[in-house]
T-cell receptor
């Protein structure tokens, strides 16, 4: 079974530029998550989708970050304009929706450096 | 709100040493508890989990017991190997498809 795919793996941009990250979840997984992992910290949820609807975006900085999952499959996370403090690894995860606990499977992440 | 506090690192051990990484949590209700591992250059992987009080999660020689009375979920392994070198994250979830709340991570280095 293919895992969660993310691209690009690395990105370096100047502050105030824009950047976009792509995620393709495991086939059949209805729930998709974007986490931000700043160096030395644990991942923090930015946004959670159930199919193509947003479940939780309470920690998404909406003035500069946006995300979409138009067809309920792959997703794009965008930052515009980027700030120095956005330097982090952006992790995508997916899970199958059912009763009980649903294990989240993580992609390899995209490492963003903002100069 | 929900939060996880785990032992500050880094931790350096010799091969075959005993490992403990402490984790305590604050949560409303009865969360599920997890340990994730991140090997160098790889993504996060679920190591073990426990979904109710007194449950013991185990995998690859690692164990952790969900202690509701002390709100703890300490990770242990009796004899570590060089291949266990990684960053370990304690996390909680309120269940279902709820988000994971992570601790800061503990970097473990095992020397031969």
């Amino acid at each position: 079974e293919a895992g969660v795919a993310q691209s690009p793996r690395y990105k370096i941009i100047e502050k105030r530029q824009s950047v976009a990250f792509w995620c393709n979840p495991i086939s059949g997984h209805a729930t998709l998550y974007w986490y931000q992992q700043i160096l030395g910290q644990g991942p923090k949820l930015l946004i959670q989708f159930q199919n193509n609807g947003v479940v939780d975006d309470s920690q998404l900085p909406k003035d500069r970050f946006s995300a979409e999952r138009l067809k309920g499959v792959d997703s794009t996370l965008k930052i515009q304009p980027a700030k120095l403090e956005d330097s982090a690894v952006y992790l995508c995860a997916s899970s199958f929706w059912s009763g009980g606990y649903n294990e989240q499977f993580f992609g390899p992440g995209t490492r963003l450096t903002v100069l | 709100g929900n939060s996880v506090t785990q032992m500050e690192g880094p931790v350096t051990l010799s091969e075959e040493a005993f490992l403990t990484i402490n984790c305590t949590y604050t949560a409303t209700g009865y969360p599920s508890l997890f340990w994730y591992v991140q090997y160098p250059g790889e993504g996060l992987q679920l190591l073990l989990k426990a979904t109710k009080a007194d449950d013991k999660g185990s995998n690859k020689g690692f164990e952790a017991t969900y202690r509701k009375e002390t709100t703890s979920f300490h990770l242990e392994k009796g004899s570590v190997q060089v291949s266990d070198s990684a960053v370990y994250f304690c996390a909680l979830s309120r269940g279902g498809s709820e988000k994971l709340v992570f601790g800061k991570g503990t970097k473990l280095t095992v020397n031969p």
